[in-house]
């Protein structure tokens, strides 16, 4: 059709279909991910795509197929699903293991009324061969070199004997099976190159991301950060009726401490300062956020956690940072914080009402002798 109306070829018509598909499938899992962290932080990326990828594929593969299942050109969208294949299996990384596969090839056959045919069984089983290779190669290709070259020839392999058996169930001719290998190898290329390019903006975008939204000399979270997270998640609490609670500290005499040693001992500290807390916060949870706000100040988020709730990880922050001994030239650094804590009112009509009430409470440990928690 795309020939004889348009005079487009299929080839080119069907590049822009794949490259619309998985475009489709970045736009949506991209605003699925940013909806699923807002309310379970917890929920890692790779889990997100990798579901939603397998259902988009699913969806996509059966909606072709039912539009020409039992015809006699029902292999036409045959590389299509070769490639939603190396999509799942090498672009998202996602295992299935042999008993979810089971229902998912007999459905098709299903559809396409092949379940008597040898020829659908020995397709069946090498799909799922070749998506386990390509599964094995995402894995090698994190290791070594020669990247494409592993790829593009694992997927030739097998494109080969899929077409083959399809050549021999269907009766094609050898010139239509020469024609559809070379797609499917366009369509690889294609792929893969698209696919880089994807990604490589992508990182690209989490560097900016992170030198905008990150303490070049902590590597802490910024203010910038700070502003964006808590907005959020006030919000959120606000909407839902969700706990969120703040801890804010800093450290005491810290001017006394860059006079007396000098800057760089102080930069030291800092970046001493932002490991510890870190490093209790990775072992509590994962939610908890540190943010270096001023010079020596830093907020510290509890999403989901009331008052009383963050009293099981402050104690622990405070000892931890109070017993803190830091080597510089030679010489030994004792340093102490005070620390203030509190929870959302309802009272709070912005961020800043919040803010302003862990600061107060912050001044009052540093008002009434430092190195104490003031949390109400």
């Not at 605003?31 to 699913?58: A, C, D, M, N, Q």
């Not at 092949?114 to 390509?134: A, D, G, H, Q």
């Not at 907005?231 to 006394?256: E, P, Y």
């Amino acid at each position: 059709m795309t020939w004889s109306v348009w005079r487009v070829t299929p080839v080119v018509t069907s590049v822009f279909f794949i490259l619309g598909v998985f475009t489709l499938y970045v736009v949506l899992v991209d605003w699925l991910k940013s909806k699923i962290r807002l309310k379970y932080p917890k929920v890692r990326e790779h889990t997100i795509e990798s579901w939603f990828g397998v259902i988009y594929i699913l969806i996509f593969i059966y909606s072709l197929q039912l539009g020409i299942a039992g015809q006699d050109n029902s292999w036409l969208f045959m590389n299509f699903q070769l490639i939603a294949v190396i999509f799942c299996a090498y672009f998202l990384a996602i295992h299935i293991p042999l008993k979810a596969f089971l229902p998912i090839v007999v459905l098709f056959m299903l559809i396409n009324s092949s379940l008597t045919y040898w020829e659908s069984w020995t397709y069946s089983v090498i799909i799922i061969l070749f998506y386990w290779c390509m599964n094995y190669v995402y894995k090698w290709s994190q290791k070594h070199n020669y990247i494409f070259a592993i790829y593009f020839i694992t997927g030739t392999f097998f494109g080969m004997i899929l077409w083959f058996l399809v050549k021999v169930k269907f009766s094609l001719s050898w010139y239509i099976y020469l024609q559809e290998i070379s797609y499917f190898l366009v369509f690889q290329a294609l792929l893969y190159s698209y696919i880089r390019m994807l990604n490589k903006n992508q990182r690209l975008e989490n560097n900016l991301a992170r030198s905008a939204h990150h303490d070049a000399l902590t590597q802490a979270k910024n203010y910038a950060a700070y502003m964006t997270e808590v907005s959020d998640l006030f919000q959120n609490s606000h909407n839902n009726k969700l706990h969120l609670s703040m801890m804010m500290f800093d450290i005491d005499h810290f001017k006394r401490i860059n006079d007396t040693y000098g800057h760089l001992a102080g930069d030291k500290v800092l970046q001493h300062v932002v490991d510890v807390v870190q490093t209790v916060i990775d072992e509590n949870d994962s939610r908890i956020k540190l943010y270096r706000t001023g010079g020596e100040e830093f907020n510290v988020l509890f999403p989901s956690y009331d008052l009383d709730e963050t009293q099981k990880v402050v104690p622990q922050i405070f000892s931890a940072l109070n017993h803190l001994g830091i080597d510089f030239n030679g010489q030994h650094i004792n340093i102490s914080v005070s620390i203030g804590v509190s929870e959302v009112s309802k009272k709070d009509n912005d961020p800043n009402d919040f803010y302003k009430r862990v600061d107060a409470n912050l001044y009052h440990s540093k008002d009434n002798g430092r190195m104490q928690i003031t949390a109400k």
